[in-house]
Every structure is written in structure tokens, then in C-alpha cells.
């Protein structure tokens, strides 16, 4: 399959889980909704692991980089994101994901020494978030120092999964990406686990809902295991940054899916917003023949 194709189905199936996720946190508190996802996607990848006779890291160096990974990823990332979205706008905190390719541009530099800081990585990140930032101009407002620190919380989280990308592309390059994701979220959801049995109470007094559990088996198997692994064979075939481009992609993926599964209105911010978001995608995509870095 050509990287582009899945590139394409990445940022439809990331951009499908929003309408997912909004559904799942009608009845389930946020952390542990993240952690259950986890659960059921590492329950259903042991034994497709096993049945193909898949093999797992051995080495302690690998198991240090998954480890590191795994709760950047599964555990920093999402604790973070899920608790800053309790004092921001979801428009907000989109926009303060989508630094992801940012971040991803500056530590590629010093783990991948092959993917350069050019100008046209620099004027594509910078139209990508800017058109985000006209689609959710409306919903960029901080309520004081709550949203301060919940707006904080989104970026830490967004440079973290921006570093276990780079690290995954680093040192993962041998490893199986069904092996490689099912360590990772095993890692990261022991402690998302623990802080959302803290925060949140039992799992088993949940409000577990039909809807509830379709949402957290959709994200666990198409939202985490089918996606994750894609995107982790996608790391090896591009660049680091272009495939953190599709952070700019899935916000406006959410938005056209509920307008037309939820009768949502797209207003004209977000239809000038979202050319400027694919100018810079197929900016990044498209091969000059001479590409400056800037060292």
C-alpha cells in the first residue's frame, strides 16, 4: 500500500474517533474511558500477536525506548489532553494539538539527521495552524488560571506524543508495528489506569451504556489498534513531519463528519480555514527539486 493511501485513511479514521470520543464521555469520565480503550486494544492484540506468531522485543535497550514511548504516547499524551479539556473549548485544545508537527520538525533534527528544517516545512506548519486557527477562532478564549494550565496541559501532551513519534521512528524501525504498539499501550495504560481509579472511581460503577461500550471498541480497534499500526508503518516510509501533518487534518475531518452525521453547521470560517489546512498539507506532500535546510 503507498505511504499517501494511508496517510489519506489515517486522517479519516483519527478524524472519525472525535464523534466517538464526544459519545463515550456521555457516560464514562474521561481518564479511565482513555484507559478502558487501551485495555480492550492490548486484550485484542495478544492473541493476533501469538496466532501469527509475532515476536516481542527482547532486548533491554528496546524495552527502554517502548517503555519511554509508551507512557509519552498512551499515558502524558492522553492524561493530559483528556484533563486540559476539562477547562478549554475542544476548538482550543485542537489548535494546541496541532503544535504536534511543530515539536516533530525541532526533535527530528537531533534523532533523524536525514529530515531537515526547510522552508517549506516551516511555511506548512505554520498555514496548517493558522487555518485552524480560523476555524476555531471563536472558542480561542481562556477563562483564567484553570484554562492557563489546561492550555499548558494540551501542549506537554502534544510534545509528548510528538517525542514518541521520533523515538518510534528511531529505534523502532525493526520492530513489528503490532508488537511495538500492544508494548506501548500496555505501558502507558498501567498508569493512566491507576490515575483514573484514583480520580475517578471503579470501572465497574460506570455508566456502561450500549453506546458507551460501541464507542470505547471502536476506538480500541479501529481508533487505536488498526490506526496506530498504520501509522507506525507509515513512519518508515516518511518523514516524521509529514506524517504528524494529519494532526491538522483530523480536527477538520471531525468537523465535515458531524456536519453530516450530526446536522452540525459548517460555518465560512471553516470552509477558508480548511483550504489553508490542505494547502499546507499538499505543500508538505508535494517533492521540490532543491529544498533549503536551515541548520
Known amino acids: 500500500m503507498k505511504p499517501l493511501i494511508v496517510w489519506c485513511i489515517l486522517c479519516l479514521v483519527w478524524g472519525s474517533t472525535w464523534i466517538f470520543i464526544k459519545i463515550g464521555l456521555d457516560d464514562l469520565p474521561p481518564i479511565s474511558f482513555a484507559a478502558t480503550r487501551f485495555l480492550v486494544?492490548?486484550?485484542?492484540?495478544?492473541?493476533?500477536?501469538?496466532?501469527?506468531?509475532?515476536?516481542?522485543?527482547?532486548?533491554?535497550?528496546?524495552w527502554k525506548i517502548i517503555v519511554i514511548s509508551g507512557i509519552l504516547q498512551f499515558f502524558f499524551n492522553y492524561g493530559l489532553l483528556f484533563w486540559g479539556e476539562q477547562f478549554i473549548s475542544s476548538g482550543l485544545a485542537a489548535v494546541l494539538q496541532a503544535i504536534i508537527p511543530a515539536f516533530g520538525l525541532i526533535l527530528a533534527k537531533f534523532y533523524l539527521p536525514d529530515e531537515q528544517i526547510?522552508?517549506?516545512?516551516?511555511?506548512?506548519?505554520?498555514?496548517?495552524?493558522?487555518?485552524?486557527?480560523?476555524?476555531?477562532?471563536?472558542?480561542?478564549?481562556?477563562?483564567?488560571?484553570?484554562?492557563?494550565?489546561?492550555?499548558?496541559?494540551?501542549?506537554?501532551?502534544?510534545?509528548?506524543?510528538?517525542?514518541?513519534?521520533?523515538?518510534?521512528?528511531?529505534?523502532?524501525?525493526?520492530s513489528n508495528p503490532a508488537t511495538l504498539v500492544c508494548a506501548q499501550m500496555f505501558v502507558g495504560l498501567i498508569p493512566l489506569s491507576i490515575l483514573g481509579f484514583i480520580k475517578e472511581g471503579n470501572p465497574f460503577n460506570f455508566h456502561w451504556t450500549g453506546m458507551a461500550l460501541l464507542s470505547v471498541f471502536y476506538l480500541a480497534i479501529i481508533g487505536s489498534i488498526i490506526a496506530f499500526w498504520l501509522y507506525y508503518w507509515l513512519l518508515r516510509k516518511m518523514d516524521v513531519t509529514k506524517a504528524m501533518m494529519i494532526s491538522f487534518v483530523t480536527p477538520l475531518m471531525a468537523?465535515?463528519?458531524?456536519?453530516?452525521?450530526?446536522?452540525?453547521?459548517?460555518?465560512?470560517?471553516?470552509?477558508?480555514?480548511?483550504?489553508?489546512?490542505?494547502?499546507?498539507?499538499?505543500?508538505?506532500?508535494?517533492?521540490?527539486?532543491?529544498?533549503?535546510a536551515y541548520s
Do not use: D, M
Not at 490542505?278 to 505543500?283: C, D, E, I, K, T
Open 41 to 62: 486494544s492490548v486484550i485484542i492484540l495478544i492473541p493476533i500477536i501469538y496466532s501469527q506468531k509475532l515476536e516481542f522485543p527482547k532486548t533491554s535497550k528496546e
Open 118 to 174: 526547510t522552508l517549506k516545512k516551516i511555511i506548512a506548519i505554520l498555514l496548517g495552524l493558522f487555518g485552524l486557527i480560523i476555524i476555531f477562532w471563536e472558542q480561542l478564549r481562556f477563562g483564567g488560571i484553570l484554562a492557563f494550565w489546561g492550555s499548558l496541559a494540551v501542549v506537554v501532551g502534544a510534545f509528548c506524543a510528538s517525542y514518541a513519534s521520533v523515538l518510534t521512528k528511531t529505534y523502532g524501525a525493526n
Open 255 to 292: 468537523i465535515f463528519i458531524g456536519a453530516i452525521y450530526r446536522n452540525e453547521k459548517l460555518e465560512i470560517q471553516t470552509v477558508f480555514g480548511a483550504i489553508l489546512i490542505l494547502g499546507s498539507v499538499l505543500l508538505i506532500l508535494i517533492k521540490w527539486k532543491k529544498e533549503k
